[in-house]
Structures are given as structure tokens and as C-alpha cells.
């Protein structure tokens, strides 16, 4: 069992930036996939970003390339989603996930808000 928790979220004009932090309460965090996710109001859960085990490959949705940096300090079992250029669309419920076997994602934070005013 992986416990997340997300810390970070709030309002923040349009052209503003906010830091995600996600921690994990594993000592094999270092092994694993993690993922960034979003949900707005009456749409589906989707991802936005993830990470593999080292830092060296990344993934992001469409949307936010150029905009968003997933990283991860394995030091402090935690993930990182820094997001710069914030669009009113960006606003949603983030989620932090873990993908233990690295194909499918098993465990879930409680998720942070995240608010852009126009």
C-alpha cells in the first residue's frame, strides 16, 4: 500500500504559476512511475504528465507542454509539478498516482485544487 499526499494547490490569476508537491510513503518510491492527473468539473480524469523511476524520461499531455515540468527528488520520496503560464482551462482537481509494475496506475492521492481566475 502507497499513501500521496498533494500539497500545493490554490487560486492563481491567469499567467500565474503554482508548485504541486507530491509525497509518497514508500521506501521503494524510487523505483516507480509517477504520474500527474486532472479532473474539471464534468469531464473525465485525465493525465497530464508523468515521470519514470530516474528523471529521465518524461511525458506530457498536449496541453501543457512547454507550460508544466514534472520532476521527482527520490532523496524525499516526492514529485513535483511546476506549472507556469496557467490558463483558466488548467483549473481542476490535480491527482498524484503511482504506477508500481509501471503500466498501470494503483494508487491515488486525494487530489489538490487548483483555481485560475481570468
Known amino acids: 500500500q502507497v499513501q500521496l499526499v498533494e500539497f500545493g494547490g490554490g487560486l492563481v490569476q491567469a499567467g500565474g504559476s503554482l508548485r504541486l508537491s507530491c509525497a509518497a510513503s514508500?521506501?521503494?518510491?524510487?523505483?516507480?512511475?509517477m504520474g500527474w492527473f486532472r479532473q474539471a468539473p464534468g469531464k473525465e480524469r485525465k493525465i497530464v504528465a508523468a515521470?519514470?523511476?530516474?528523471?529521465?524520461?518524461?511525458y506530457y499531455e498536449d496541453s501543457v507542454k512547454g507550460r508544466f515540468t514534472i520532476s521527482r527528488d527520490n532523496d524525499k520520496n516526492t514529485v513535483y509539478l511546476q506549472m507556469n503560464s496557467l490558463k483558466f482551462e488548467d483549473t481542476a482537481v490535480y491527482y498524484c498516482?503511482?504506477?508500481?509494475?509501471?503500466?498501470?496506475?494503483?494508487?491515488w492521492g486525494q487530489g489538490t485544487q487548483v483555481t485560475v481566475s481570468s
Open positions: 498516482a503511482v504506477a508500481p509494475t509501471g503500466s498501470s496506475y494503483e494508487y
Open positions: 514508500t521506501r521503494t518510491f524510487s523505483r516507480y512511475v
Open positions: 515521470i519514470n523511476w530516474s528523471g529521465g524520461s518524461t
